[in-house]
């Protein structure tokens, strides 16, 4: 291990781990629950958030019974990430890149490399977590979409008990 890995704490977490702590979250629902939404604030080279992405999309497979685009458009809109590095981004996005090639099972159009590549600039950004993530989580895509039906829901709640009190 270099110097700079151990003054930056760069001791990254391997597989098992990240396994055991999303089975403590509560299994494959919350994993492909419309309304939940993933953050990894320290994604070092990614290592931590590929199991993360794989069970998220392993949990949408199971849940659209086996259709794989429509698991993994879902799946990589499903979290944010930061890393302070600069030097760790490339390689935490290409682990995602190198996974949703893969299970795509056929070789990509070049407009399909481009929206993955332009989805994940958006989701895997050099940020300092401590100052600028929780502004940047709530700016990316998915995170948008979310909020948008969200606010759908309260404004029709809303209506409903409104419609009830008359
Ligand atoms: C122990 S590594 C863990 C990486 C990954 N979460 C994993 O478990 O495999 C910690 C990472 O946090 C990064 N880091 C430290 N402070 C940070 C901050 N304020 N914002 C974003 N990343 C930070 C370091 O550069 C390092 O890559």
Request: aromatic share 8%; glycine share 4%; hydrophobic share 40%.
């Amino acid at each position: 291990m270099s110097n700079k890995e151990l003054e930056q704490g760069q001791i990254f977490t391997p597989p098992w781990v990240t396994n055991e702590m999303l089975d403590l979250l509560g299994g494959d629902d919350v994993l492909s629950d419309h309304e939940n939404f993933f953050f990894e604030p320290t994604c070092g080279d990614g290592q931590m958030l590929i199991v993360i992405v794989e069970r998220i999309y392993k949990a949408l497979l199971a849940k659209y019974d086996g259709d794989i685009e429509k698991a993994l458009s879902e799946t990589l809109y499903k979290f944010y990430a930061s890393e302070l590095d600069e030097t760790l981004i490339p390689p935490a996005r290409m682990r995602v890149w190198q996974f949703a090639a893969k299970e795509i099972k056929r070789e990509l159009s070049l407009f399909e490399q481009y929206l993955i590549a332009h989805q994940l600039q958006q989701s895997i950004e050099c940020r300092d977590a401590l100052k600028e993530s929780i502004d940047a989580i709530h700016s990316c895509p998915g995170m948008r979409a979310l909020k948008r039906e969200e606010l759908k829901r309260q404004k029709s709640k809303k209506l409903a008990t409104e419609g009830a009190i008359k």
